[in-house]
């Protein structure tokens, strides 16, 4: 049973279409997680999430939004795809903020 | 094999040999640290953590020793194994954030 998955695995798709991912934890936890892997392996947060808070990295364009329909999930939309957003993106969740996050396998995303 | 996690990021060891991986965090006010594991194509797997009020933790082939004097973290692997082969992060929370920052990373190969 996978604890954090998402969907696609893979993601590819031309400069100024809109995209999302899928996340999806079966652990139970109340807060859920975005974050951006660059090619040089950088892990950048840029959103979390709980049922009560959504706390948003100020980098992050706004052409990112993360949408919650429920607390077992945190989808993150992408409009106007540019080159610079190919990277792999990283879903995570934890039960509290000083507890270790789950991360899901990733979403690489090559923007033509 | 030792090395400092931001300044040399590969670090080659022989299979049995322990491995020594280095990491300088930046807040002085961050009160728990993780160590992640991620391997080709997966999402960072979690190893051990650590709070600010203890500076020894051990796990199964895996120490943690955090230094908080000088702001340093290391991650101790006994008998290395190839399967440790990965790249290696280390990740802070600072007191009251919700969400970790995370290092650049270190690469470990384990030589058979």
């Known amino acids: 049973d996978t604890a954090v998955s998402q969907t696609p695995k893979y993601l590819v798709t031309q400069m100024g279409n809109d995209k999302s991912i899928k996340c999806e934890q079966n652990?139970?936890?109340?807060?859920m997680y975005w974050y951006k892997q660059d090619s040089k392996k950088f892990l950048k947060i840029m959103f979390s999430?709980?049922?009560?808070?959504?706390?948003i990295n100020e980098t992050v364009p706004n052409r990112f939004s993360p949408k919650s329909p429920d607390k077992a999930h945190l989808n993150l939309h992408i409009n106007s795809l540019e080159l610079g957003d190919s990277a792999v993106y990283f879903c995570?969740?934890?039960?509290?903020?000083?507890?270790?996050?789950?991360f899901g396998d990733g979403t690489r995303l090559s923007i033509l | 094999g030792e090395s400092v996690g931001l300044h040399l990021p590969t670090l080659s060891v022989q299979e049995g040999d322990n491995s020594i991986i280095n990491c300088a965090y930046s807040?002085?006010?961050?009160?728990?640290f993780i160590w992640y594991k991620q391997e080709s194509g997966k999402g960072p797997q979690f190893i051990i953590d650590?709070?600010?009020?203890?500076d020894k933790r051990q796990g199964q082939r895996v120490t943690v020793l955090l230094n908080k004097t000088v702001k340093h973290l290391s991650l101790q692997i006994a008998a290395t194994q190839p399967g440790d082969s990965a790249v290696y992060f280390c990740?802070?929370?600072?007191?009251?954030?919700?969400?970790?920052?995370f290092g650049t990373g270190t690469r470990l190969t384990v030589i058979p």
């Open positions: 990740a802070e929370r600072f007191t009251g954030a919700n969400n970790l920052f």
């Open positions: 995570a969740s934890s039960q509290r903020d000083n507890q270790p996050q789950h």
């Open positions: 807040n002085s006010a961050s009160d728990y």
């Open positions: 999430y709980n049922n009560k808070e959504l706390i």
């Open positions: 650590i709070r600010s009020n203890m």
């Open positions: 652990l139970g936890h109340d807060t």
